[in-house]
């Protein structure tokens, strides 16, 4: 019954599976693909034509391969959540996760003022290589005061990783700005200033993935802006138990990607 495409034709899917009527918000028959049913650590799929699109020409296979999931994360955080606008004081946190590296590609295309925050200063300086203005490591004490010297505040601030540093955004983020969070790599949040959130008209959103909408737009920009994903390695599937040892120790800038033909 598909039509529109042929056997053979290089695809990619959106993973965003049943969100439902709500831009606002997934319905209750949402699923992520792989979640809970399948998994995409898979040769073969089955999934509605309706998720399924060409793959962006200026794409390879394992490119595209790295681009829904996180793509469409940091796509909605951005710029649906985020309001990301041309001339946005933006700030990513932990620029070497997946989702992160997607939000800076799409901030610098949109001409915002990027900054960035990482454990590693080779990422900072890899992720000024890809139109970052600057950033600092958050490991370091005082990097929120190291932060405020590169940028007076920010408008919009986009976080995966939540912990006790998401008390310090609060302060780094200008009056009015957008708080966009999608992860808790650090675990939970500690020590918020309710004043700081009140008095500065702090909009605070959480997002998850997002619409198809969302998905077409942001397949669109990367088309557009021929933005290929950051991808920092790729591993054959017999090899999957490394790429897993790799994110735990967060070494990667970008995305690990694994290659299914090669069992
Ligand atoms: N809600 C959703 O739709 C959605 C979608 C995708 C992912 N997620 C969640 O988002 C988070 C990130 O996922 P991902 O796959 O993009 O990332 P990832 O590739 O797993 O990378 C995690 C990154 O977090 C950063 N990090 C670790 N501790 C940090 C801290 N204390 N402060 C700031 N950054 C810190 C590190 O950055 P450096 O390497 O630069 O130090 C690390 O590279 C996870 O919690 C994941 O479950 C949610």
Known sequence: DVSGF????????????????????????YQILGFPTQGTFAEYISIGSEYVYAKPKHLSLEEAAALPLA???????????????????????GIGGGAALFVLHFAVASVAQVYVTSSSQEKIGKAIDLGANGGVIYCNTDWDQELRTLCDGFDVIVDSAAGKGF??????????????????????????????????????HGTTM?????????LSLVSSKKIFPAIDSVYPAHDIGMAFEKMEKAEQFGKIVINMEEL
């Open 210 to 218: 997002g619409t198809t909408e969302e998905f077409e737009a942001m």
């Open 6 to 29: 042929n056997i053979g034709d290089e695809v990619i899917l959106n993973p965003s599976l049943y969100w439902g009527p709500n831009e606002k918000v997934q319905g209750p028959d």
């Open 167 to 204: 008390s310090k955004l609060l302060d780094l983020a200008q009056p009015g700005a957008s708080i966009a969070m999608f992860g808790r790599t650090a675990g939970n949040m500690t020590d918020l200033s309710p004043s700081s959130i009140f008095w500065k008209q702090l909009s605070i």
């Open 71 to 93: 793509g469409l994360t940091a796509y909605r955080a951005l710029f649906t959540r985020g309001g990301c606008v041309r001339d946005s004081k933006v700030l990513i946190t």
